[in-house]
């Protein structure tokens, strides 16, 4: 039988996670829901889709239908019908395609806090980025007792808005991850950018001083006398 160990438990190794994929990137992390949770809504995004796309072609379909079947004016019913018919099933298709899974991006160049949904397609209609400036917190709200229940990370912005849902994970690997994004923000936001940092070396190395002209006046005077 396999058995987690300590670091494991309490969710310190992020390689060790199993309801959220943590991927480490050149300026900063993301961190995914995973995918094997959300196999019904995979499933259920699928039929909607098929459904869409069908809605869609019977707004074309319905007009080589034989105008008997139509009461009143054709013309006018095989519009409304059409237009019906493509309102319901682009409807479906684009809900149904805003996706399911969320992800999160830390930035820690840029100083920003990327969120998206993820579709059954890994393609994210649905994009959110807040500057580490305008946040206020970050906290964890459980949905049960023990480190395996079901948590969310929130995100609280300044000016009362929010709380924003980040992610769903297990509550020890949700702590740990709230804990590693407090941290690297904090570090982010108290240390300059290396390019901010580059520019101004070279601006202190180059800078010229500039004579002072109301001294140099006061000589020029003192001499003529």
């Keep these: 039988m396999l058995t987690r160990t300590r670091?494991?438990?309490d969710g310190r190794d992020?390689?060790?996670w199993r309801s959220?994929?943590?991927q480490g990137e050149a300026a900063g992390y993301s961190v995914f829901e995973s995918e094997d949770r959300f196999w019904r809504e995979r499933a259920a995004e699928g039929v909607l889709r098929i459904v869409g796309v069908l809605a869609i072609l019977a707004g074309y379909v319905q007009w080589f239908l034989p105008a008997e079947l139509l009461d009143g004016d054709p013309i006018m019913?095989?519009?409304g019908l059409s237009a019906l018919f493509m309102g319901v099933?682009?409807?479906?298709y684009i809900f149904?395609?805003?996706g399911f899974r969320m992800m999160l991006n830390v930035d820690l160049t840029r100083r920003r806090i990327g969120w998206a949904r993820l579709n059954a397609r890994n393609l994210s209609p649905v994009r959110r980025t807040y500057p580490m400036d305008r946040v206020e917190g970050f906290f964890v709200q459980r949905g049960?007792?023990?480190p395996q229940a079901m948590a969310s990370l929130r995100l609280r912005l300044k000016g009362g808005f929010g709380p924003v849902v980040l992610l769903h994970g297990e509550a020890a690997e949700i702590e740990a991850l709230h804990r590693q994004?407090?941290?690297?923000?904090?570090?982010a936001l108290n240390c300059a950018p290396k390019r901010v940092q580059r520019r101004h070396r070279f601006a202190v190395q180059h800078a010229r001083a500039r004579p002072n002209r109301r001294r140099r006046r006061v000589r020029s005077a003192d001499a003529a006398t």
């Design 89 to 92: 099933g682009f409807a479906l």
């Design 20 to 22: 959220v994929t943590h």
């Design 14 to 16: 992020p390689s060790s």
């Design 7 to 9: 670091n494991e438990a």
């Design 144 to 146: 049960g007792s023990g």
């Design 77 to 79: 019913a095989r519009m």
């Design 96 to 98: 149904a395609s805003r």
């Design 181 to 187: 994004i407090v941290e690297d923000m904090h570090t």
